[in-house]
């Protein structure tokens, strides 16, 4: 993942901002993170330069 792709992205679950913080990265390609809402809370994690944004209860 790109780290300008916080300009485009929200919270699924209540459309706030998202928070990035960053575990692996090669170059400016984000491998292993997470993204977090400030506004309610849920975090989503990014594995292999993907974030999964699917809330929650719908995740594996």
Same mark, same amino acid.
């Given at each position: 993942?790109?780290? =300008?792709?916080?300009? $485009? @992205?929200?919270?699924?679950?209540?459309? #706030?901002?998202? !928070?990035?913080?960053?575990?692996? +990265?090669? #170059?400016? !390609? $984000? @491998? +292993?993170?997470?993204?977090?809402?400030? +506004?309610?809370?849920?975090?989503? *994690? $990014? !594995? =292999? #330069? $993907? *974030?999964?944004? @699917?809330?929650? #209860?719908?995740? =594996?």
């Amino acid at each position: 993942m790109r780290p =300008d792709l916080l300009e $485009i @992205l929200r919270c699924p679950v209540c459309k #706030g901002e998202l !928070e990035l913080s960053v575990a692996q +990265r090669d #170059g400016q !390609e $984000i @491998l +292993r993170g997470s993204l977090a809402c400030a +506004r309610c809370r849920v975090t989503y *994690p $990014i !594995e =292999d #330069g $993907i *974030p999964d944004m @699917l809330p929650p #209860g719908e995740r =594996d």
